[in-house]
């Protein structure tokens, strides 16, 4: 029984492994004095340095994260209401065809959409530039939040709403105190995933981005062909830094939260 | 539904925090008034500190937005809804541009310093006259050797690279025009040839170099030079250059008998708008202090004869990147073919790689 154990844990040992075997790598190597990946060279900050005094790569950071930040919760409002109204319409068939329809575009190739918008935007004459990428960001979430919050939506079923609207609540009260924050992980999750869509989306921004207006993915993709400075790696460094503590910040309130709710429990237990 | 409420209300505040932070960071980058300049290049192929130098120069704020492939460039530039005002195509790409009516014809007399090129490299093929382009850096295709197991008499000319003691010791960029092209070349052919019954001839010369070839490979060729994977390759020499900077032991050969010859020039595409910030880029890049700092920050060889005579000396004489007069003009450059043609090439090319494995 013990030795199973921990043949398991090896093998859960060797997948993380494989996992974050690259990005530590790159991230060491960002601190390497050399130019290439090939040798390490000894310690330095000077790739980091340069990273500081890359105007133009930090002003696409931020702009990658804006575009990626706003783009997800306008999509996860709208892709919310969308599963919404998916979960109201009572035929089968127009409810099965709605999802499909979103399911397509969830695997259809990114060059496609991209493309397709690149046309739509320059027949419309939008210029390309922050708002195609916005829309074009905003239009391939939805699907992704539309398909995290409809299995909670169904979970949650008729039951509990009819309850409610039997008791006298009134449709706004059904949707704020009933609804909503049964399929609030729903909606989180939705917003996480149209997030990480959106910040490492390649092709379909290419096609959409112009006038001076990149994204971070773009703007490496075109570096490669110079072979890829470490300033690159520096810059990878922090932003994995930087979502491993938002993973852990977010783990920490989770479970702050989780401890208050419990110890409230406990306590009108207690005065019961 | 508070929760809901409050996440929605801080991530509309860092939004506004991001946007403001990314206008302020430009704004000082430059001053972002009309007088700008918006430039589409491949990525990092220009030294950010001649943009810095222009901008204080001329006051113009300078756009730089990058590209990975000619077509990719080509078609962002085809379907319009940008206002790119100057951009980097290579040789052929110029030709399929021009075609396509995408680009701008320069207009000379607003030109200064155009005679500091050096005349072997305009009034090429696929722009005669330089009606539309100004050069911007030149290189070859050539053989990159490890003197650590080759001697360089081994492999001055293509047709040494069919030697039987070079079984499994080349790698080759994976790269139709280049490969097909270097096989045509050891026949005495051109690289531009539409002739069927030659280019058959030509991938079956290649089918026989076949037990040489270690891999055929794209970027990563540069790092497994690098790294002594290989002692032989065949590629273009800005990726040489950047091998031998990491590997004293590698040198770069352009066989005398001709190989290709490939341009990266400036053009003004159709939807150029600031007429008066391009032509100061164009003649501000002509001037041969800056013109010389970019060749040295790029590592590839300028066309500018009086940049040229500015390089260090250890660059300037340097026959594998500036190669003698002889090996120039036996150089060829591609042409635009038609689609039938690239198709044939195409298809002999795969057919190739696939025999290969």
């Known amino acids: 029984m013990t030795h199973r154990f921990k043949l398991s844990n090896l093998y859960l040992f060797l ?34 340095l340069a990273l500081l005094n890359d105007t133009r790569l930090i002003i696409i950071v ?10 997800s919760l306008i999509a996860t409002i709208i892709g919310t209401l969308g599963a919404l109204g998916i979960n109201q319409t009572s035929r089968p068939i127009t409810r099965n065809s709605i999802l499909s329809l979103n399911n397509i575009l969830i695997v259809s190739p990114d060059v496609i959409i991209g493309a397709s918008f690149l046309i739509f935007f320059t027949a419309l004459k939008i210029p390309l530039g922050f708002t195609t990428v916005l829309l074009s960001h905003i239009a391939f979430s939805i699907p992704i939040v539309v398909l995290m919050v409809l299995p909670k939506l169904r979970e949650l079923g008729t039951s509990m709403v009819s309850a409610a609207s039997d008791l006298g609540a009134s449709n706004g009260q059904i949707l704020s105190k009933i609804i909503l924050p049964y399929i609030t992980p729903g909606i989180l999750s939705g917003f996480f995933m149209a997030l990480t869509y959106s910040l490492d989306d390649f092709a379909v921004t290419f096609f959409v981005t112009g006038n001076g207006f990149s994204t971070l993915s773009v703007e490496i993709y075109s570096r490669a062909r110079q072979g890829i400075s470490l300033e690159i790696n520096a810059l990878s460094g922090i932003l994995f830094l930087f979502a491993l503590v938002l993973v852990v910040g977010y783990y920490f309130l989770n479970q702050y939260q989780q401890n208050r709710r419990l110890k409230r429990a406990n306590r009108e237990e207690d005065i019961l | ?115 500091n090129l050096d005349a072997r490299f305009t009034n090429q093929s696929f722009d005669p006259h330089n009606r539309y382009s100004v050069p911007y850096f030149w290189g070859t295709l050539g053989i990159i050797y490890n003197d650590q197991s080759i001697k360089p008499e081994e492999v ?64 990563e060729i540069k790092m497994y030079m ?132």
């Open chain 1, 15 to 48: 997948v993380f492994a494989v996992l974050y075997a690259p990005i530590l790598f790159l991230i060491v190597f960002s601190f390497s004095q050399g130019d290439s990946m090939s040798h390490f060279h000894g310690f330095t900050f000077s790739h980091y």
């Open chain 1, 62 to 71: 931020l702009q990658t994260l804006l575009i990626a930040l706003l783009s």
């Open chain 2, 1 to 115: 539904m508070k929760r809901l409420l409050s996440l929605l209300l801080g991530i509309a505040a860092i939004c506004v925090l991001l946007a403001f932070s990314a206008n302020k960071l430009q704004s000082t980058s430059g001053d972002s008034s009309a007088k700008v300049l918006n430039l589409y290049n491949w990525g990092d192929y220009i030294d950010p500190a001649l943009i810095t130098k222009f901008q204080k120069e001329t006051g113009y704020h300078v756009n730089v937005e990058t590209f990975d492939s000619n077509e990719a460039m080509f078609t962002k530039i085809k379907q319009g809804g940008t206002s790119y005002d100057l951009t980097v195509p290579s040789d052929y790409m110029i030709e399929k541009m021009r075609a396509a009516h995408l680009l701008k014809p320069l207009d000379k007399s607003r030109l200064t310093g155009f005679a």
């Open chain 2, 156 to 219: 001055q000319h293509w047709n040494d690279l069919w030697q039987p003691k070079f079984k499994n010791k080349i790698m080759l960029i994976d790269s139709t025009r280049d490969v097909l092209g270097f096989s045509l070349v050891s026949m005495n052919q051109s690289m531009n040839t539409t002739n069927p019954a030659i280019l058959k001839a030509a991938q079956a010369k290649l089918n026989r170099l076949s037990p040489n070839v270690k891999a055929v490979v794209a970027d």
């Open chain 2, 226 to 357: 690098t790294e002594n994977e290989a002692p032989l390759a065949v590629d273009w020499s800005g990726e040489a250059s950047e091998m031998i900077a990491n590997n004293p032991h590698l040198h770069y050969v352009v066989p005398t008998e001709g190989s290709n010859l490939w341009f990266d020039n400036l053009v003004i595409p159709k939807t150029a708008k600031h007429y008066k910030a391009i032509y100061a880029f164009l003649n501000f890049m002509l001037k041969p202090e800056n013109a010389a700092q970019n060749a040295e920050y790029i590592g590839y060889a300028t066309p500018n004869k009086k940049a040229k005579a500015l390089l260090p000396k250890s660059i300037r004489n340097d026959k594998q990147f500036y190669p003698s007069d002889r090996t120039i003009a036996n150089l060829q450059v591609y042409s635009d073919l038609s689609p039938h043609t690239i198709g044939l090439y195409n298809d002999l090319y795969l057919e190739f790689k696939m025999n290969h494995h």
